[in-house]
């Protein structure tokens, strides 16, 4: 299906080109948030995103997966709004909240957990932090990472085991 409509927004079908935005528009605005922690500006790079794969859509390779091309996208604005002085984020989104159905001590301690792991994620050098947000706040595959950050899915494994490792260090230093 994703090819699909790849092929028709490159023919000029502003409609094919719609359903991919419905498609991806929410991955995309995580992904802004994860870098920005700003719902305002990550909702402007959302749209953004989208603008600038219209206008290059026909400079897209159809038989590559979409994600990666919108998140190199997404992420490149994103570092170059960074950048800008005065920039100021907030923490990372929230992780999924507790259930209706847990009681107010499990729930307490969850949203304690979860809290704990945003801000050790947080404290994590970029490249750690990255994938980390990929894989766990993404659910990108392996396959994914690699085509995003340009390199090959083993690496993607050994980075992502580096990092793992480096969230729990940092998770034990926060006790």
Not at 43 to 57: G, L, S
Not at 74 to 82: D, G, M, P, Q
Not at 134 to 154: A, N, R, T
């Amino acid at each position: 299906m994703e090819q699909e409509l790849i092929l028709k927004a490159r023919a000029g079908d502003g409609a094919a080109f719609n359903g991919l935005v419905r498609l991806y528009d929410r991955r995309i605005y995580q992904a802004a948030y994860s870098i920005l922690r700003n719902p305002d500006e990550s909702k402007d790079m959302v749209q953004e995103t989208f603008i600038r794969a219209y206008r290059h859509i026909n400079n897209f390779d159809p038989d590559r997966p979409f994600y990666p091309w919108l998140y190199r996208i997404v992420k490149n604005l994103c570092l170059n709004r960074t950048t800008n002085k005065g920039y100021r984020t907030a923490s990372l989104p929230e992780m999924e909240q507790a259930s209706a159905m847990a009681g107010p001590e499990e729930s307490l301690m969850r949203e304690e957990s979860a809290r704990e792991v945003r801000e050790a994620v947080e404290r994590l050098p970029e490249k750690h932090r990255e994938i980390i947000v990929l894989k766990h706040f993404q659910d990108c595959s392996y396959k994914e990472m690699s085509e995003i950050l340009d390199v090959p899915e083993g690496t993607v494994m050994s980075r992502l085991y580096h990092a793992r490792k480096a969230l729990k260090e940092a998770l034990l230093i926060g006790e």
